[in-house]
């Protein structure tokens, strides 16, 4: 009796370890017909809000297959770091996280509700964030099995994370006052009226006003009775000329010669 307890407990430490060598194992192949988009933000900033990183499957094949999920996130910033929440419809889905050197093993603890057939996706969800004072690279690797644990189909996306040791408290308010800054100068200038002393009087104002609305019609009205007074001096002019070179002309007349005696 003993020895098949022993024998027992042995096939299930070794079938565990399987699994684990299995969703750990590199992708070295794939099965024909299947394929993953991993879609993830290029940014993640340590202590800001989780972001969602999405892998979506289809499949041409006729047969119908049941998917889980597997993640890895290779990154150098530590495991203690990284939040990882892997999400459905109804709320959260039940994993189970290794770590092994800067990889970070997410893998489902069932199969996906969703069935995979031809002309229909399933998704996975993973809510991830990071915390603490390191930056670095990350690469979200999806891997889609079957469940017979056969790989179907792997891929994945990169992104930054940009550590608190990096993120400057100042540098935002910087940023947002430089914008301002821009949109001021790009704002165009108000047209604005002739400026009055605020230490001047009222009527005073008021008066300067006036002077400057009638100058420039009292300018014409001047110009006008000039050039009258000028055309007017040059006709009495030239009437007196006129008048002057009659009476300086000599009367001219015919004289009958006296008859003869």
Same mark, same amino acid.
């Given at each position: =009796?003993?020895?098949?307890?022993i ?10 370890? %399987? ?6 194992s ?13 879609? $993830? ?10 972001? +969602?990183? +999405?892998?979506?499957? #289809? ?10 999920? !597997? ?11 990284l ?13 189970? #996280?290794?770590?092994?050197? /800067? +990889? ?7 199969? /996906?509700?969703? #069935? ?8 996975g ?8 004072p /390191? ?16 790989? %179907? ?6 992104? +930054?994370v ?5 993120a ?13 800054? &821009? ?7 108000e ?5 009055i ?7 005073? &104002? ?6 400057? #609305? @009638?100058?420039?019609?009292?300018l ?6 000039v050039? %009258?007074?000028? %055309? @007017?001096?040059?006709?009495?002019? $030239?009437?007196?000329?006129? !008048? ?5 002309? @000599? ?5 009958? =010669?006296?008859?003869?005696?």
């Amino acid at each position: =009796m003993r020895h098949r307890i022993i024998a027992l407990a042995g096939a299930i430490v070794a079938g565990t370890a %399987l699994n684990a060598v299995a969703w750990a194992s590199p992708a070295a192949a794939e099965v024909p017909g299947f394929e993953v988009r991993v879609s $993830a933000p290029e940014r993640f900033t340590a202590g800001r809000s989780a972001a +969602t990183v +999405t892998a979506v499957v #289809t499949s041409e094949n006729r047969r119908c297959r049941k998917v889980r999920w !597997v993640l890895l996130v290779r990154t150098p910033v530590g495991a203690d770091q990284l939040r990882v929440t892997r999400v459905e419809d109804n709320g959260e889905f039940a994993t189970d #996280t290794s770590t092994e050197g /800067d +990889t970070t093993t997410i893998t489902d603890e069932a199969l /996906d509700p969703g #069935t995979l057939c031809r002309g229909r996706t399933v998704t996975g969800r993973w809510q991830i964030g990071f915390e603490g004072p /390191d930056g670095g690279d990350v690469r979200f690797e999806a891997r889609a099995f079957d469940a017979e644990q056969t790989l %179907l189909t792997t891929a994945g996306a990169t992104a +930054t994370v940009r550590g608190e040791r990096g993120a400057s408290p100042s540098a935002e308010p910087s940023e947002e006052a430089g914008e301002d800054a &821009a949109e001021e100068e790009e704002a165009p200038a108000e047209e604005t009226g002739p400026v009055i002393p605020a230490d001047s009087d009222e009527p005073e &104002a008021a008066l300067v006003a006036e002077e400057s #609305t @009638l100058l420039g019609p009292g300018l014409i009205v001047g110009g006008i009775c000039v050039f %009258l007074g000028v %055309l @007017l001096l040059v006709r009495l002019r $030239a009437r007196a000329r006129t !008048v002057r070179i009659e009476a300086e002309t @000599l009367p001219t007349g015919f004289y009958r =010669m006296p008859p003869p005696r």
